[in-house]
Every structure is written in structure tokens, then in C-alpha cells.
């Protein structure tokens, strides 16, 4: 039985596809930490928030099948989590709040990302500068510090702000801009 504790992440995956609950339970216990410190950040509800990332783990288990090892288990589940997010601020808000760009920006009725879905604000993360691209997602994606960032990427802690507030500025730029293109297509 310890020898099944130390299961790798493809053992996990086969023992989930083939429907082993001991291979769910040490998969959703050795994820389950880091989905939970992810969700939050973005909501300080826990029961919200155990919410989120249960709805997450089982979208994680109906599509486990699909996961073809092209990177890493963890960053596949935190996609698939990340969506439940998203998913669930759409469902129970009039705007994504997970996306305050500035915490001194005016609230808004309607923000120009009530539009986009978690995949095309993903899109255009992607469309960021490398390095600008990586602090974003280890700040406001995985949930990691300044402090944490400057060590893992070997950065000054305000070369880390400086990144963020980069990446802050050009996302709202681009969801502006998306918004506008989607009101020109639609109209």
C-alpha cells in the first residue's frame, strides 16, 4: 500500500482513466493544495472557493483521458481549474472580478472582459513579452509572490512589480482593443 502513495503522475493518470478511486483520491490530494491557494486569490469565500475547485477536479476526472503528457500534469490541471474559475465568475457576476487589472481602477458596470472567455484572455497572455509573460502567470495565475517570483526567476522583487504592472497595462489595452474589434464585427 506505501508503495501506491508514491505513485507517479503517470501511474495516477492510468489508475484515474481506468476509474481507481485510490489513484483519484492521491491525485486530488497531491493537487489539491496548490489549485486551492490558485482559487483564493481570487475569492476569499472558502466554501466558494471549495467550490470551484471541486467543480475543477471533476471536470479533471471526466477529461483525464485526454491529457497526453505534453506538459506537466500540474499545469493541466490548473488549466482545467482555472476555467472552472472563470466559468464561475461568469455564472454568478456581471463582471470578472478576478481580473482587477488595478486596484485603484473605477469599478466598472460592464467590463470590456465580460466578453472574452478565460481562453482568449489566456491568448493574449501569450501574447505578452517572455518574461513579462511568466511573472503574469506565476502572479496572478499560480499565485506566487514577489518574493517568491524573485527567487524562482532570480529578479529583484521590483523588477517582478515592474513586470506585473507591464503586463497589467498591455492585457487591458488588448481586451480594449479586442472589445472594440468584437463591437466592429457584431455591428
Known amino acids: 500500500m506505501s508503495e501506491r502513495k508514491n505513485m507517479t503522475d503517470r501511474e495516477l493518470v492510468a489508475g484515474c ?9 492521491l491525485l486530488f490530494r497531491k493537487y489539491f493544495g496548490s489549485m486551492m491557494r490558485m482559487v483564493t486569490r481570487y475569492t476569499d469565500d472558502k466554501e466558494q472557493a471549495m467550490e470551484i475547485v471541486n467543480t475543477g477536479f471533476l471536470r479533471v476526472f471526466k477529461k483525464i483521458s485526454t491529457f497526453a503528457f505534453k506538459g506537466s500534469l500540474e499545469g493541466w490541471i490548473r488549466k482545467l481549474v482555472y476555467h472552472s474559475l472563470s466559468e464561475y465568475f461568469k455564472k454568478h457576476s456581471r463582471y470578472m472580478q478576478f481580473l482587477v487589472f488595478e486596484e485603484r481602477d473605477e469599478t466598472f458596470r460592464e467590463s470590456p472582459a465580460d466578453h472574452l472567455y478565460a481562453e ?3 491568448k493574449l497572455v501569450d501574447t505578452l513579452p517572455p518574461a ?7 502572479y496572478a495565475i499560480d499565485g506566487f ?5 524573485s527567487k524562482m526567476i532570480d529578479i529583484s522583487i521590483g523588477t517582478s512589480k515592474w513586470h506585473l504592472a507591464s503586463a497589467r497595462k498591455k492585457l487591458k489595452q488588448l481586451i480594449l482593443q479586442s472589445n472594440n474589434n ?3 464585427y457584431a455591428g
Open 120 to 122: 482568449d484572455i489566456l
Open 145 to 149: 509572490t514577489h518574493v517568491e517570483i
Open 17 to 25: 482513466i481506468n476509474n481507481d478511486r485510490y489513484a483519484q483520491e
Open 132 to 138: 513579462t509573460q511568466k511573472v503574469f502567470r506565476l
Open 182 to 184: 468584437m463591437r466592429l
